[in-house]
T-cell receptor, first 114, second 112 residues
């Protein structure tokens, strides 16, 4: 157990629907990162939050949004889902300086859009 | 922008063979470098890291040396085991960007 908890583990939904993925960071970690892993695109950085504030944005679609709550858990919202959104979504967390410690990853949420 | 390039897989080796997975990077400033491993059905786990030039990261028999002159961070292990079968990702943390940048991953299969 890495200490980063992601729920649900699996999600199957239809095109056009909206889903919410949840992440609880490791105790003491203030930063949360979301990544999308697909076969053809590899690991793509979506967005980072630090202590409730958006810190960095990557290749995140406008249909996707995220937030980090006061208790530091984070949610990634995916709307108007398309078949191409099927992927593994990882959450990671880190202490203040990820340059030294790197990230701790959760086990991911596998999203299948049908 | 910053980027990581690692060798294409899959790599198939026999048990006790020597492993090298090449990784090169492009970055401004002085990045930290990481190797992560992903076992089937799991998330990524930090395998080793190096934060400055000439540093050697090591863990579980794996090693990688931060070579600034060749902008490389190749992963090596002297004798692989079946349990090392996984996907390996090279990554960098750049001072100019607020996130880890990953290579595309290299799948390693070790046969008994």
């Amino acid at each position: 157990d890495s200490g980063v908890t992601q729920t649900p583990k699996h999600l199957i939904t239809a095109t056009g629907q909206r889903v919410t993925l949840r992440c609880s960071p490791r105790s003491g970690d203030l930063s949360v990162y979301w990544y999308q892993q697909s076969l053809d695109q590899g690991l793509q950085f979506l967005i980072q939050y630090y202590n409730g504030e958006e810190r960095a944005k990557g290749n995140i679609l406008e249909r996707f949004s995220a937030q980090q709550f006061p208790d530091l858990h984070s949610e990634l919202n995916l709307s108007s889902l398309e078949l191409g959104d099927s992927a593994l979504y990882f959450c990671a967390s880190s202490r203040v300086s990820d340059r030294v410690y790197g990230y701790t990853f959760g086990s991911g949420t596998r999203l299948t859009v049908v | 922008g910053d980027s990581v390039t690692q060798m294409e897989g899959p790599v198939t080796l026999s048990e006790e063979a020597f492993l090298t997975i090449n990784c090169t990077y492009t970055a401004t400033g002085y990045p930290s470098l990481f190797w992560y491993v992903q076992y089937p059905g799991e998330g990524l786990q930090l395998l080793l890291k190096a934060t400055k030039a000439d540093d050697k990261g090591s863990n579980k028999g794996f090693e990688a040396t931060y070579r600034k002159e060749t902008t490389s961070f190749h992963l090596e292990k002297g004798s692989v085991q079946v349990s090392d079968s996984a996907v390996y990702f090279c990554a960098l943390s750049s001072p100019s960007q607020g996130n880890l940048i990953f290579g595309k991953g290299t799948k390693l299969s070790v046969k008994p």
